[in-house]
């Protein structure tokens, strides 16, 4: 299949070019466009076969539920059973955002987009060209991450050109996402509102207006509630640790894991934060990735998944990530790296 790569401008996205998007989406076709948090592939969310082309296409385990887009809360009253006091406070609070609840559904919702659950993920983007896109389709539109299933989320249209050129008829590119991370996923259903997946809105900031939230601790549970946190994800290519620990021990263990990756003769990438990259630099990795400020966490988040991307592209075998603190967005970064790693999180 030949794919068309449209650059959309976020500030004044061509009717046009959303236009042809919209054609597509309603003929059953599915099509990448941009959101604040990552790139979705989209497809017509009440249309059972459409949302079957996504798991095909993505390579997704068929019991990994599609969080489902809109454009305006008004849209959800279509394909929910009701909405929950918690509900509407997240809604009013959050959305647009990085913010998806979980509510029971209702018949309109085919199973292949829940996976068989009596819930549907709903989330509004806080993204120009998405808001516009679904507005322009008149459809609510499933869209998980836009990559191959296990690989990095998509955080610009190359890397969505990367995953799904050939699999999909068009890919609207309008540069990278804000955010970085996906959403924060949140249950609204039970008395106490629970995180089933942290993402890029805050259970601090969550608590500001709920109260205390709780968090779905699959590693406790055995089970996680959120059916896709249980698959491989976010994984580059190379073998990965991530070091967490106080600022010395770490800088100490990843010049400890350079020197030992060097001489068994990998190619070594370190990801690391902006005031460690003085010290790493001097160990001369092949490839020193700097995420962003330890001050500024929306910026670590925002540059994550490109740097795992990087290393896949320039072939590294080694690859050691600098830890962080798990308050704020850090509970995300950390999720996505203990994931990316395939939890080998080294405690200094
Ligand atoms: P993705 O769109 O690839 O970022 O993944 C969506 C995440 O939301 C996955 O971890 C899903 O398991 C989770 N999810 C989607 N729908 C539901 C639901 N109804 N209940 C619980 N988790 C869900
Ligand atoms: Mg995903």
Redesign the pocket.
Known sequence: MDTKRAYIDPEHPDPAVLHEAAALLRAGELVAFPTE??Y?LGANALDAEACARIFEVKG?PQD????VHVSRPKMVDEIIAHWTPAAEICARTFWPGPL?L??P?NERIPDR???G?N???VRMPDHPVALALIEAGGLPLA???ANLSGRP?PTTGSHVWEDMRGRIPLILDAGSCNVGL??T?L?VSGDVPVI??PGGLAKEDLEKVLGPVELDRPSVTGV??????KYR?YAPRGEMYVVVGPKDHVLDRMSEEIKIGRYQHKRIAILCTLESAPQLQLEQPDLLYVLGSRTQPQEVAASLFAGLRLCDQRGMELILAEGFDEGGLGLAIMNRLDKASGHKVIRV
Do not use: C, Q, Y
């Open positions: 948090t990552v979705g997704r990994n539920p599609l969080i998806t979980v509510f559904k987009v829940t996976a659950l819930t549907v993920a869209a998980p991450s989320s996906e959403s996923v249950d089933l997946r996680p509630r959120a059916p896709g946190l994800h």
